[in-house]
């Protein structure tokens, strides 16, 4: 009888210890439940686009993350507005309060005017959840930005018209940054006043720099905000394009050296901050490449004058160089290090090639297409081409009696291939409906997916609407809004920003 006493104790213990360990993987995996979590309140944030959360939860230690979903309106499109709040980004931000046990965030992307459903979950770390369901009702948004709330839908979106994106980023003259869906739904807008267009977004926040002063704000999705001066004397002002640089954010700003004043013609390289990282002076960059080919740059780069019209400016991280529009001339290759030009694209019949064998040495050659003329917002394409709003309109501040290039009668989003062994480029896209549209400042294109662009019409139809489009490389249209233009103020610049899948890090 021994061995089968032996057998059953050791059974009884063999089965103890799966009991005992069974009653602990019950327990780690019950943190949402343990954590008691709740609505604790809820209260408007600074604009209708934004609510202030709080939720009740017994303690902190075991949470990995929130998120938040607000459901899309009967009859739309584009994907809910959909965010992750890490619990990186929730230590980094205060947002748990332990004095009152309460963890506070902003739940954005709501519509204004309307009961939102939202829906909260809270994920701990063995992946346990506990959800909530919260309507959040929201007034009517009667602010700046209120013609942003009744396009005129020219194409609406549909379930078989996909553009590829499902929000868009307007840097506008009016107000804050404004986020759009591709339904046309205002879906956020900060209470800051001013305007944005020199704004950019990363990664939690928009910055934006001042048209009138040295200033750079940080502007949270919350609607909270914080400004820094740039820490050099000699900036004045922010001007048109603000975009991610190699190591913080590229401003195009204007200055004053010496009492000299340098229009729209010195790119930096500027912390969130405010620190200064690095310069690029276009007046002195082209002086000495000039001087250096056996040119006398005088009629070419003037002081107090805007030549350049700097209005845009990229980093390419592939080859560590940068790609910069000149309104007035080209598009520029510099590197990024050294600022030594690689080349130049542009009109060849205007003053900088005709008048200047060293500029013209540093031309592409163009083997199909048309050249950029008056163009703005650069980018590189998912291909690796160039990509910009091909805008049409010659040169402005060319001096008395030199060529200022041709003038077309349309616009085009236009996409391009380098080949800069043999320095040749060529046109590869352009999106040309018809009828034909112009839009001679301002505007902008920007590939959201591979072969979907959102279109930037800034000042259409003789400067009276602004138009968005967005479109595929075969030109079926996705949708298509127009608004009521003012000067370049109600849509400088549209790009693409993913509020579908937003993770705050």
């Known amino acids: 009888m021994k061995p089968v006493i032996r057998h059953h104790l050791r059974h009884c213990m063999v089965l103890g210890a799966c009991l ?26 600074p604009t209708p686009f934004i609510a202030n959360v709080a939720l009740k939860m017994k303690d902190f230690d075991d949470l990995d993350r929130i998120a938040f979903t607000v459901a899309p309106k009967p009859g739309t499109f584009s994907k809910p507005v959909a ?141 909270t905000y914080t400004s ?54 276009l007046n002195a960059i082209f002086r000495s490449t000039m001087q250096a080919g056996g040119d006398d740059p005088s009629n070419f780069v003037r002081d107090g004058v805007d030549w350049f019209h700097m209005n845009s400016a990229v980093y390419v991280p592939a080859d560590d160089s940068l790609l910069i529009s000149s309104r007035e001339n080209f598009v520029v290759k510099l590197d990024y290090a050294s600022g030594r030009i690689k080349w130049l694209l542009g009109d060849t019949s205007k003053h900088w090639y005709v008048d ?25 394409a998912s291909n690796g081409e160039l990509l910009l709003f ?23 989003p236009s996409r391009y291939t380098i080949d800069e ?26 590939e959201s997916a591979p072969g979907h662009f959102l279109v930037t019409y800034s000042v259409a139809a003789g400067r009276t609407v602004t138009k968005l489009i967005g479109v595929d490389t075969a030109g079926k249209v996705a949708f298509d809004f127009e608004y009521p233009a003012e000067g370049c103020a109600v849509a400088f610049i549209g790009e693409s920003i993913n509020f579908a899948n937003l993770i705050l890090k």
């Not at 004043?261 to 310069?279: D, F």
């Not at 062994?421 to 920007?446: K, L």
Request: aromatic fraction near 10%.
């Open 83 to 223: 965010v992750t709040y890490t619990r990186a980004w929730l230590e980094r931000n205060g947002a748990w309060r332990p004095a009152d046990k309460r963890l506070a965030f902003a739940v954005f992307g709501l519509y204004a005017g309307y009961q939102n459903a939202v829906s909260i979950t809270a994920t701990f770390h063995d992946n346990s959840t506990h959800a909530l369901q919260v309507a959040v009702a929201t007034p009517a948004y009667t602010g700046p930005g209120a013609r942003y709330s009744t396009p005129q839908v020219r194409t609406a979106r549909s379930a078989t018209a996909v553009p590829g994106f499902d929000y868009m980023m307007l840097q506008n003259g009016l107000a804050t940054p404004a986020v759009l869906d591709t339904d046309g739904n205002l879906r956020w807008l900060g209470a800051r006043a001013g305007d944005s267009l020199s704004s950019v977004f990363k990664p939690d926040s928009f910055y934006v720099g001042s048209q009138t002063a040295p200033e750079l704000f940080r502007l949270r999705l919350d609607g």
């Open 421 to 446: 062994t043999a320095r040749t480029a060529a046109e590869t896209w352009a999106y040309s409906p018809t009828p034909a549209i112009f839009s001679d400042i301002c505007s902008s294109v920007y």
């Open 390 to 412: 091909n805008n049409g309109l010659g040169s402005a501040n060319q001096p008395p009696g030199t060529a200022p290039g041709v003038t077309r009668d349309y616009s085009t």
């Open 228 to 281: 820094a001066r740039l820490a050099s004397a000699r900036y004045t002002n922010f001007h048109h394009d603000l975009a991610l640089g190699k190591f913080g954010l590229l401003a195009e700003v204007d200055a004053q050296d010496g009492g000299i004043r340098k229009i729209e013609s010195i790119l930096a390289e500027v912390g969130p901050g405010g620190e200064v990282l690095k310069e690029w002076d």
């Open 20 to 45: 005992l360990a069974s009653a602990c993987s019950k327990f780690d995996e019950d943190q949402a439940e343990e954590a008691e979590v709740g609505l604790a309140e809820q209260s408007a944030g």
């Open 356 to 380: 200047y064998p060293s500029l013209r040495a540093l031309a592409l050659k163009l083997k199909a297409g048309k050249p950029p003329v008056g163009q703005h917002a650069l980018s590189m």
